[in-house]
């Protein structure tokens, strides 16, 4: 009933985060709709994207250029690098405009049920990066989960020698946060991070 390509065009949207078959369908739908003002503009950024983006070779972040602006802006703190799980972690950093310095992403973290080994992550350019030296802090910014953690640990411990302070971010009650709703590992968290008021 469906043609190939409307076919293939719905399984590749499908593979996408966030959107299963029946999204997939729906948004296919639409573009086909707004062929002209959407469908088409799209598939030429889309084809711009993968012409013109590419990994930068410090950092792991995504740009046009390598390095990528990050890691080229001489107004940044090149000597405080802040390691992620991914890009999506290094922009939500940036957005919040409350750091200058530098970014390591690791692209993804250890996991020994997904096989994923330090030798899948850019840990290896991590510590070549803080044993080359000019590097006065490495902040942790990995999720609250247990690979997150077994990640940051791990890092740890490889830097453990380098003498440069390895730091992690806060975990605890969000701003505006209520004690009723917050699960019991974030209160938990919360508890054994307290601090003077």
Known sequence: MVSVEIERLISLLAKL???GPRSARRAVLHLIAKRESLAQPLAKAMAEAADKIKTCSTC????TQDPCSLCA???RDGAVVCVVEAVADLWAVERTASFKGRYHVLGG????LDGVGPEDLNIPSLVA???AGG?????LALGATVDGQTTAHYIADR?????????ELAHGVPVGGEL????DGTLSAALKARRPV
């Open 60 to 63: 792991g972040n995504l740009d």
């Open 135 to 139: 590097i006065k802090e490495v902040i």
């Open 73 to 75: 802006d001489p107004g």
């Open 180 to 183: 009723d709703y917050l699960d």
């Open 129 to 131: 990066r803080v044993h």
């Open 159 to 167: 830097l453990a020698g380098a003498g440069v302070p390895v730091t």
């Open 109 to 112: 973290t250890l996991s020994a």
């Open 17 to 19: 985060p966030g959107l």
